[in-house]
């Protein structure tokens, strides 16, 4: 006679219950992003620490060290002064050319800087992201913060090259603050944006110093802002005026200039430094995180 075997039924929780009891979770799951967010957060110390790191060893074999972060600038500033300001003359129609070069090339070079690097974050950092977890956003923020870090340096320079050319100090330069928060969410953006695509199209890097110079010349940095305004009209110039690095050089030659011609009213320069820094900063965290589990893959 055949025996019957009785199996009991499980009671206890279920694999979905464990696994929630005890804080794990699926394998690649994509976090959302507040929860991206919170575990950025909890990696402030590395991405600091990260930072400092990079700065040491970009310029820790070179003898000035430091200083180049402050002499790179004046140097192209002092290139482009011959070139444009006395060769070609761009300085008769502007008053003050130098701080107004100055500033230019300075608000110019600190998101170029971001961009340039910034394309490389992830690309140029596969063994650390294949041998270690972390949220990836940590590395072009920390590009972010490193350049971000260099301009402080690079302002009391061209503070010093303000005031030595005779501009006046006054209530407006307390507006480089805001003006430069502003573009430091921009930039911090950009690198997200430039660092996701870099990492699949790394052909990116070689064309961005092509796309740089481009943007360089369509930020009057180098010549009057009324330049564009006798030579383009309509959609055209609206949209030359609305470049968010041209909004960011006006809004810093607005702050620690007196009779400088801007390329819109102060207010609407302002509210186009907000927009920019809101659609690119938020847009690239966002663009960025949705590619969070394709890095190092492949």
């Not at 650390?128 to 350049?147: G, K």
């Not at 340096?153 to 501009?167: D, K, N, R």
Request: glycine letters at 8%.
């Amino acid at each position: 006679m055949a025996q019957t075997t009785v199996v009991e039924s499980y009671t206890g929780p279920t694999p979905q219950e464990l696994a929630r009891k005890y804080g794990l979770g699926t394998a690649g799951r994509l976090p959302s992003l507040p929860e991206y967010t919170r575990q950025l957060w909890a990696y402030r110390h590395f991405i600091w620490e990260f930072a400092s790191a990079k700065v040491s060893a970009a310029l820790g074999n070179t003898r000035l060290g430091m200083i180049w972060q402050v002499l790179t600038p004046l140097i192209n500033a002092g290139v482009y002064y011959v070139i444009f300001g006395v060769l070609l003359n761009t300085k008769r129609d502007t008053d003050n050319f130098i701080a107004y070069l100055c500033a230019g090339v300075f608000i110019f070079g600190y998101t170029q800087s971001v961009v340039q690097t910034g394309v490389q974050a992830v690309s140029g950092n596969l063994g650390l992201i294949r041998a270690l977890h972390f949220p990836r956003a940590s590395l072009p923020i920390s590009i972010a913060l490193v350049e971000a870090r260099n301009m402080i340096a690079s302002m009391a320079v061209l503070i010093a090259i303000v005031l030595f050319t005779g501009e006046p100090i006054n209530w407006q330069w307390l507006l480089i603050i805001p003006a430069l928060l502003l573009q430091t969410i921009f930039n911090a953006g950009a690198a997200m944006l430039v660092s996701r695509l870099g990492s699949k199209l790394h052909d990116l890097r070689q064309l961005i110093p092509f796309i740089m110079r481009v943007w360089l010349y369509g930020s009057a940095v180098l010549y009057p802002v009324t330049k564009y305004t006798e030579h383009l009209h309509g959609w055209k110039l609206a949209v030359i005026e609305a470049n968010p690095v041209l909004v960011f050089i006006e809004l810093i030659r607005h702050a620690l200039m007196e009779n400088v011609t801007l390329a819109g009213s102060p207010m609407l320069l302002w509210t186009e430094a907000a927009v920019w820094a809101l659609v690119v900063g938020i847009g690239g965290y966002a663009y960025f995180w949705r590619g969070e589990k394709g890095y190092g893959r492949g």
